[in-house]
């Protein structure tokens, strides 16, 4: 468990002070993938820097697994490091050495005898998918390799956290969705605390239990991924909503639209398909979809649809109002009588 | 008449040549044992890094600054009273290897500093990240990504070396500076001039040769 306590971090940069951090609380569970999302210069980074230590609070507690990182030794300090993995958007890879030689330089580092180095980095090429690649060097290496290396040196000695510091922020989409799968997957398999910081909410939606939302130096929401998408508080965290679920109908298409047109959302319990077959059928109006988008988070459906309401006007209005209680977001577009 | 007078001068030049190579092995000796350490010195000690201290760091660097301000020869006859104090004597080529070293350690230095400061600062957060310890940082992460950068720096100081050892002859340094000096400048002898020209100019070209094939092997990236 990782616990940060009245967190302030300030920076002096031209004689005036900056937080970077200012009064964060947060408690990240044992074996979660913990997102935590936000602009660059929203403070993510460094928050996810003080949990190896690299830096430190200007105030406030850090915990990790019950220690307190403010009074640990350097020697202490080199010990939890080996606890805690971390990988980086630019990969951070010994270009004058081999696969092999990256990851043993992690074992090196935690004082493993050197007669188990080759059954250590065998099975550590094994599991990110690196097998037959130890001699190579890193320049020779795909961006989506050279973040299999890290994560190989970063689990080289069985840490329980792996810090991801937008990790995948450098990939190809298709590139992307592979190191996150394998990411899914150690977190599944290892029961390893996965904490990513990034700038894209897909990443967020693709992987991650719970996510943080930052904005200058604080942190604005925190809720369950699903939570996030589905009833975001936070304008912060609507707009990164919104922007994953951005869909816009044709000017030319709406005005040719005869009766109500709506964008409704809908959460997993109710789908808009179902919500709407029954209007459908209750209130005997048309329905025609314009336009849609059903997404899955942690494999609860969710999404938005843009939809044409025609029939008698009252029939309509009463449509509308009964969906409006059903699904918690509607909103008229267009009203042609 | 020239080829007759290159064969009576060959022992010359041969003791040259070994007069040099002794002087400037001894110095370059002395640059990669104590230089490349300092250089790393005052890399780690620099802001932001893990050995960060700015005491140790501002007096390398001024000290630095003091021996590369000084022209070689001046340093030369400067250090003196340091050479009849290490060598008991202050002619000869081991008496000018002392010169050398001083003028060498800190010019392979800041070479190795400039060489490190290339490696990315994320490389060394990252050896930091997987709880590594500085000494194990400095093996395993500075020296290896430097090595290119320190085997151009070899080169560079190799060949300043041999440069400056050509003013060891002030000095009654001996050596192929001298032997052009002594023979090209004060007797009008240009077979001798040229001879010794000659050689400097391929050695030099050799040495540059092997450095930049060693640095380019050496770089995996």
Known sequence: MIEFAQITKQFVRDRTPIFALNDVNLTIEQGEIFGIIGESGAGKSTLLRLINGLETPTSGTVTVDGTNLSRVSKTSLRRLRLRVGMIFQHFQLIQSRTVADNIAFALKAAGVKRSEFPKRIQELTALVGLEGFETTYPSQLSGGQKQRVGIARALANNPSVLLCDEATSALDPVTTLQILDLLKDLNARLGLTIILITHEIDVVKQICHRVAVMAHGEVVEVASTYAIFSQAQHPVTKHYVDTALQIELPERILRATPGKVIRLQFTGEKTGESTLSEAIKQFDIAVSILHGKVDYIQDVAFGVLIVSLTGPTLQVNRALTWLEAQLHAIEVIQDVA | ?221
């Open chain 2, 1 to 221: 008449m020239s080829l007759e007078r290159f064969t009576t001068m060959l022992p010359d030049l041969t003791k040259a040549l070994g007069e040099t190579a002794f002087m400037v092995g001894i110095s370059l000796a002395f640059a990669i044992l104590i230089g490349i350490p300092l250089g790393i010195l005052l890399f780690i000690t620099d802001r932001g890094l893990f050995f960060q201290n700015i005491i140790i760091r501002s007096t390398l660097d001024f000290a630095i600054n003091i021996v590369r301000s000084l022209p070689f020869i001046i340093l030369l006859v400067a250090l003196i009273p340091l050479t009849q104090f290490i060598t008991k004597t202050t002619i000869g080529p081991a008496a000018a290897s002392v010169s050398l070293s001083v003028a060498a350690i800190p010019f392979l230095a800041r070479l190795v500093e400039t060489s490190l400061r290339e490696i990315p600062p994320g490389l060394i957060e990252a050896a930091e990240a997987c709880g590594a310890k500085p000494l194990r940082i400095i093996i395993s992460v500075l020296l290896p990504e430097a090595l290119p950068g320190i085997i151009q720096g070899l080169t560079l100081t190799l060949i300043s070396l041999i440069g400056f050892s050509a003013m060891a002859g002030i000095v009654g340094g001996g050596g192929i500076g001298d032997l052009a000096i002594r023979f090209g400048y004060y007797r009008y002898d240009n077979v001798v001039m040229i001879m010794t020209i000659v050689v400097l100019v391929v050695i030099i070209q050799v040495i540059q040769a092997l450095g930049n094939r060693f640095a380019r092997v050496a770089d995996k990236r």
